[in-house]
C-alpha cells in the first residue's frame, strides 16, 4: 500500500512536471514569435499577419479603429488590470517599457495554416474571396469568405453576452484549418542529372492578375500558375541564386523579380523572356540576351566547332606562335602608354559604366553576382512607373524604355520590406526603425518600434481604416495612425 501510493505520488509529480514544462515551452514560443508577413484586405476592413511556426491570425479593425461605446469601456478595463500588472513587473525586474505596450489587440481568429515550426513566407489576397498563403514548400488556398463569416458570427454572440451581462464567450476562435481549407500548390521541382528531381524549394513571394497566380521559388525560378486549371503554364529562368520577391506590373503587363543574385529582372510574361535586367549594385540596366537566339547560336556553333575541330587545332598550333610575338609587343605599347598619361582611358568602357567607378569594374562580366550583395523586398507605385528596390542597398527606379535608377536612399543596414505611400518611400529592416523617405532619396523621418528587427510594413489605402503596421521580432503588430508614434499594437497568439 505504501508503495503504491508512493507510484501514485510519483506518476503525479511527473504529471505536473510535464504540464509545467508544457507551460513555460508555450511561454518561450509566444514570446520568441517573429511576425514574417502582414496584409490589410481588398475591402481595407481586415488585417491578416503570418509568423515563423506556420500560424495565421485575424483582426477585424472595426474592433480596434472604431469601437463602441461598451467595447471601449471593456477594453479601458482590460488595459487598466494590464497596466497594474505591467507596472508590478516593472518594479520587480527594474525595466522600462514603451506606452505602446498599454494597447493591444487579440486576434479574432487564430489557425494553423502550415506544418509546425515551419514559417508562412507570404500572404496574399488572390481575391476577396480566397487567401493564399506560402511555406516552405507550397502554397495553400483558404476561403475568406468563411473566415470572415465565422469571425461574424463569434462576435455576434459575444455583443449578445455583452449586452445580458452574461459569462462572456471566447473571444478569440481557434479555427480548425479543414473548414476553410480549399486546395494546396506544391512547390515545382527541377529535374536534375539521370532524371532525378530535385528536393521542394521554399515560396518566398506571390502576385496575381486575372487567373494567374506568379509566385518566386527558392530554386531560383518564377512560375506562372493557372488557377481554372490548376496547372503550371510558365517558367521564368534566369537567375542565379534564390528569389526573394515578385510583383505583377499592371502598367507594363510584365512581372518584376528580385533576387540573391543582386539583380532585378523583368518578364515578359507571354513569351516567358526576361526583357531587362537591374543591378542596383552596379547602378545600371541593360537589355536581356535573347534566350532562344543565344541557344539556338551556341547549338550551331557547337556542330561547327566540332567538325572544324582538327583544322583549327592546326592553325592554333601556328597562331600560338604569333601571339607569343605579339605579346611582347603589346606589353611594349603598354609600357609606353602609361608614361603618356590616361588620356585614352575614357574609351575602355561602354557607355552604360560610364557613371561606374573603377573599383567596381574589376568583375568580369555584369551578369556576375556581387558577394554580400543582394536584391529583396519590392514595390511599386499606384502609376507603376516608380520602382523601389531594397535588400543589402535601397534603390529608386523609373520604369520605362530606360528603366534608369533616380537614386540610391542611404540607409545602414539591410531593407526588408517597402512600401509606397503617395510621394513617400518608407522602409523598415534589420535595426528596428521604420524610415520615411522622399521621391528624390532625402530622409524624411526615422521612428522606432518594438521589435529588433522589423520584417514587414503594410499600408491600408481605406480611407476609413489608413494606418501603418510593423512586425518583426516581437509578438506585437505596431499600429501607426499619425506616422510619428505608436497608437497601439496588435498581439499575434499562437494556434497551441
Given at each position: ?6 507510484s ?8 505536473l ?5 508544457s ?13 514574417v ?14 509568423n515563423?511556426?506556420?500560424c495565421?491570425n ?11 461605446t ?6 479601458q478595463?482590460?488595459?487598466?488590470q494590464?497596466?497594474l ?5 516593472l ?7 514603451g506606452?505602446?505596450f498599454?494597447e493591444f ?5 487564430t ?8 514559417p508562412i513566407?507570404k500572404i496574399h489576397?488572390?481575391?476577396d474571396q480566397i ?19 465565422i469571425i461574424d458570427i463569434?462576435?455576434?454572440?459575444l ?5 445580458q ?8 476562435i481557434?479555427?480548425d484549418?479543414k473548414?476553410?481549407y ?5 512547390s ?5 542529372h539521370g532524371?532525378?528531381?530535385s528536393?521542394k ?14 509566385f ?9 500558375y493557372?488557377?481554372t486549371t ?8 534566369g537567375?542565379t ?5 515578385i ?10 523579380t528580385?533576387?540573391?543574385d543582386?539583380t ?15 543591378n542596383p549594385?552596379?547602378k ?5 540576351p535573347?534566350n ?10 557547337t556542330?561547327?566547332?566540332?567538325n572544324n ?7 592554333n598550333?601556328n ?8 605579346n611582347?609587343?603589346n606589353?611594349n605599347?603598354n609600357?609606353?602608354n ?33 558577394f ?10 499606384e502609376?507603376g ?7 543589402s542597398?535601397l ?6 524604355k ?8 542611404p ?16 522602409t523598415c529592416?534589420a ?9 528624390d532619396?532625402?530622409?524624411l523621418?526615422?521612428v ?7 520584417y ?7 480611407k476609413?481604416?489608413?494606418i ?18 505608436i497608437?497601439f499594437s ?7
Amino acid at each position: 500500500m505504501f508503495n503504491n501510493t508512493n507510484s501514485n505520488n510519483n506518476a503525479t509529480a511527473i504529471h505536473l512536471n510535464c504540464y509545467s514544462n508544457s507551460i513555460i515551452q508555450k511561454d518561450i514560443q509566444q514570446r520568441e514569435i517573429v511576425i514574417v508577413d502582414t496584409l490589410f484586405s481588398l475591402c481595407g476592413g481586415y488585417m491578416v499577419a503570418s509568423n515563423n511556426i506556420g500560424c495565421i491570425n485575424v483582426w477585424k479593425l472595426e474592433e480596434s479603429l472604431h469601437p463602441t461605446t461598451l467595447k471601449q469601456q471593456q477594453q479601458q478595463y482590460q488595459q487598466q488590470q494590464y497596466q497594474l500588472r505591467q507596472q508590478a513587473h516593472l518594479e520587480s525586474t527594474h525595466k522600462t517599457v514603451g506606452t505602446s505596450f498599454s494597447e493591444f489587440y487579440k486576434p479574432h481568429c487564430t489557425f494553423r495554416a502550415h506544418a509546425p515550426f515551419t514559417p508562412i513566407n507570404k500572404i496574399h489576397f488572390f481575391n476577396d474571396q480566397i487567401l493564399a498563403s506560402a511555406g516552405e514548400n507550397d502554397i495553400k488556398l483558404w476561403s475568406w469568405e468563411k473566415i470572415k463569416a465565422i469571425i461574424d458570427i463569434n462576435l455576434e454572440k459575444l455583443q449578445n453576452q455583452q449586452q445580458q451581462q452574461q459569462q462572456q464567450y471566447n473571444d478569440i476562435i481557434k479555427l480548425d484549418w479543414k473548414l476553410v481549407y480549399l486546395t494546396c500548390i506544391e512547390s515545382p521541382r527541377i529535374e536534375g542529372h539521370g532524371g532525378q528531381l530535385s528536393e521542394k524549394s521554399e515560396i518566398n513571394g506571390i502576385d496575381s492578375h486575372g487567373a494567374l497566380l506568379y509566385f518566386a521559388s527558392g530554386n531560383n525560378n518564377a512560375y506562372s500558375y493557372d488557377l481554372t486549371t490548376s496547372q503550371i503554364i510558365s517558367c521564368y529562368k534566369g537567375h542565379t541564386d534564390y528569389l526573394h520577391t515578385i510583383k505583377y506590373n499592371s502598367s507594363f503587363s510584365n512581372i518584376i523579380t528580385s533576387s540573391e543574385d543582386s539583380t532585378v529582372r523583368l518578364w515578359d510574361t507571354k513569351s516567358g523572356q526576361c526583357v531587362s535586367i537591374l543591378n542596383p549594385f552596379y547602378k545600371i540596366s541593360f537589355e536581356a540576351p535573347n534566350n532562344n537566339e543565344q541557344q539556338s547560336q551556341d547549338s550551331g556553333s557547337t556542330n561547327n566547332s566540332n567538325n572544324n575541330n582538327n583544322n583549327n587545332n592546326n592553325n592554333n598550333n601556328n597562331n600560338n606562335n604569333n601571339n607569343n610575338n605579339n605579346n611582347n609587343n603589346n606589353n611594349n605599347n603598354n609600357n609606353n602608354n602609361n608614361n603618356t598619361g590616361s588620356g585614352n582611358n575614357s574609351n575602355e568602357y561602354t557607355s552604360i559604366y560610364s557613371n561606374i567607378t573603377l573599383s567596381l569594374t574589376n568583375k568580369t562580366n555584369k551578369y556576375e553576382s556581387n558577394f554580400n550583395q543582394w536584391c529583396g523586398p519590392l514595390d511599386l507605385d499606384e502609376t507603376g512607373n516608380w520602382l523601389a528596390v531594397g535588400g543589402s542597398t535601397l534603390s529608386l527606379w523609373y520604369l520605362g524604355k530606360l528603366n534608369t535608377m533616380v537614386s540610391q536612399l542611404p540607409v545602414d543596414e539591410p531593407t526588408y520590406s517597402i512600401v509606397f505611400d503617395k510621394e513617400k518611400i518608407i522602409t523598415c529592416g534589420a535595426g528596428g526603425y521604420i524610415n520615411y523617405f522622399a521621391l528624390d532619396g532625402r530622409p524624411l523621418m526615422k521612428v522606432p518600434s518594438s521589435s529588433k528587427i522589423l520584417y514587414s510594413l503594410s499600408f491600408n489605402h481605406h480611407k476609413r481604416n489608413q494606418i501603418l503596421v510593423a512586425g518583426g521580432t516581437s509578438p506585437f503588430i505596431n499600429t501607426f495612425i499619425n506616422q510619428e508614434n505608436i497608437a497601439f499594437s496588435y498581439y499575434f497568439i499562437n494556434d497551441d
